[in-house]
T-cell receptor, first 115, second 115 residues
Framework: ELKVEQNPLFLSMQEGKNYTIYCNYSTTSDRLYWYRQDPGKSLESLFVLLSNGAVKQEGRLMASLDTKARLSTLHITAAVHDLSATYFCAVDASWGGGATNKLIFGTGTLLAVQP | NAGVTQTPKFQVLKTGQSMTLQCAQDMNHEYMSWYRQDPGMGLRLIHYSVGAGITDQGEVPNGYNVSRSTTEDFPLRLLSAAPSQTSVYFC??????????????FGPGTRLTVT
């Protein structure tokens, strides 16, 4: 059974600082997603990572995937208040082929950026 | 495009009542799914459908029924509501982008309280 763990669950950081959110998963997969959720809102897609070594960047966020370690990271550079939200990783338990039809989510990381 | 729409936005039910959460998408996506979101648990897949007439169970299907008679609509039925079903429900549809990549679009959510 695929399990997805994120840490930390809560992260309070100051503006201008850097930090990393970690997403570990328990079975082989080469397809991982990152989402953002603002309070009371729906989920917004941030990144889709396919294959080992994939790295994607958008603004102050950079996501990477290490399929051998079963680990993805979401790195925040020089945080700003607008990045305050909950971030989820989600893993599709597939390898080298088409996606399965089940996306398993991590518990989320609540990021609060303090001025 | 309206994207993925859900109704109602909010609902209060008494234990034992039944209701249907509506979900529709106008993007002609074959794959649709239902998730529930509970505090500290991320999103959990309830049911999904890969096309009209085809549905399957996700992680937490008990107490919920689905059917898919058209590509556009994917309603979720609670036959006999229980307090444990108090949650926020998200419907999603998925688009294939090529190269093994999918983009998932989430609806705005339905906040359900069962008393």
């Amino acid at each position: 059974e695929l399990k997805v763990e994120q840490n930390p669950l809560f992260l309070s950081m100051q503006e201008g600082k850097n930090y990393t959110i970690y997403c570990n998963y328990s079975t082989t997969s080469d397809r991982l997603y990152w989402y953002r959720q603002d309070p009371g809102k729906s989920l917004e897609s941030l990144f889709v990572l396919l294959s080992n070594g994939a790295v994607k960047q958008e603004g102050r966020l950079m996501a990477s995937l290490d399929t051998k370690a079963r680990l993805s990271t979401l790195h925040i550079t020089a945080a700003v208040h607008d990045l305050s939200a909950t971030y989820f990783c989600a893993v599709d338990a597939s390898w080298g082929g088409g996606a399965t039809n089940k996306l398993i989510f991590g518990t989320g990381t609540l990021l609060a950026v303090q001025p | 495009n309206a994207g993925v729409t859900q109704t109602p936005k909010f609902q209060v039910l008494k234990t034992g009542q039944s209701m249907t959460l509506q979900c529709a998408q106008d993007m002609n996506h074959e794959y649709m799914s239902w998730y529930r979101q509970d505090p500290g648990m991320g999103l959990r897949l309830i049911h999904y459908s890969v096309g009209a007439g085809i549905t399957d169970q996700g992680e937490v299907p008990n107490g919920y029924n689905v059917s898919r008679s058209t590509t556009e609509d994917f309603p979720l039925r609670l036959l006999s509501a229980a307090p444990s079903q108090t949650s926020v429900y998200f419907c999603a549809s998925r688009q294939y982008l090529g190269g093994g990549t999918y983009e998932q679009y989430f609806g705005p959510g339905t906040r359900l309280t069962v008393t």
